[in-house]
């Protein structure tokens, strides 16, 4: 089982470009997570799907932020417009469940936008 | 709201010395919270450390421990005897049992051992 992977490790993108950042969850797990983090806010919560459905995206910025999951081996997250503020590590997580089971976490992209 | 508050870091301490990383939490829309520790070692992804899901009890792992204290709302992590390899950035969590995704998680201790 090689984990969750998250490709790609960098980004790069200007102002204004659109970034796509791509989630492969552990198979057989039900649950897919994205969270953000950066120096200041920590750890901060974005969305989640359970069973390829979106259940919540209460921490998304909702005007540039999507995320989707087509088929249970990938779910992606694309950020419209970049803005510097954008800049952060993202990560994705799977678990078997949403009830407090153990998240297992990607090594993260990190988004950098000039 | 749900919070989890830990030691601001970073943390120096020497290879051999007992260590302890406090850990407070805030569960108010959470009756029965599941606590964690997850850690992120150099160049690696964030991941389980230990994890305790009733209150009372204690988890451990990789020579850590952490009892989950309910009457203190706290889910300290400690270790007898450091390494350099346990040099690392460390995160209490909390989770809801009850089939809500709510994960909460403090803002990390970065922990550096030196020999």
């Known amino acids: 089982n090689a984990g969750v992977i998250q490709t790609p490790r960098h980004k790069v993108t200007g102002k204004g470009q659109e970034a796509t950042l791509w989630c492969e969850p552990i198979s057989g797990h039900s649950a897919v997570f994205w969270y953000r983090q950066t120096i200041v806010q920590g750890l901060e919560f974005l969305t989640y799907?359970?069973?390829?459905?979106?259940?919540?995206d209460s921490g998304m910025p909702k005007e540039r932020f999507s995320a989707q999951m087509p088929n249970q081996s990938h779910s992606t997250l694309k950020i419209q417009s970049t803005q510097p503020q954008d800049s952060a590590v993202y990560l994705c997580?799977?678990?078997?469940?949403?009830?407090?089971?153990?998240?297992?976490f990607g090594s993260g992209t990190r988004l950098t936008v000039l | 709201g749900d919070s989890v508050t830990q030691t601001e870091g970073p943390v120096t301490v020497s290879e051999s010395e007992s260590l302890i990383i406090n850990c407070t939490y805030s569960a108010t829309s959470i009756a029965y919270p599941n606590l964690f520790w997850y850690v992120r070692y150099p160049g690696e992804g964030l991941q389980l450390l230990l994890k305790v899901i009733t209150a009372g009890q204690k988890g451990s792992s990789r020579g850590f421990e952490a009892t989950y204290n309910k009457e203190t709302t706290s889910f300290h992590l400690q270790k007898a005897s450091v390494q350099e390899s346990d040099s690392a950035v460390y995160y209490c969590?909390?989770?809801?049992?009850?089939?809500?995704?709510?994960?909460?998680f403090g803002a990390g201790t970065r922990l550096k051992v030196i020999a």
């Open positions: 997580a799977s678990s078997w469940t949403v009830s407090a089971e153990t998240l297992y």
């Open positions: 969590a909390l989770g809801d049992d009850t089939g809500n995704y709510k994960y909460v």
């Open positions: 799907f359970r069973n390829q459905a979106p259940i919540d």
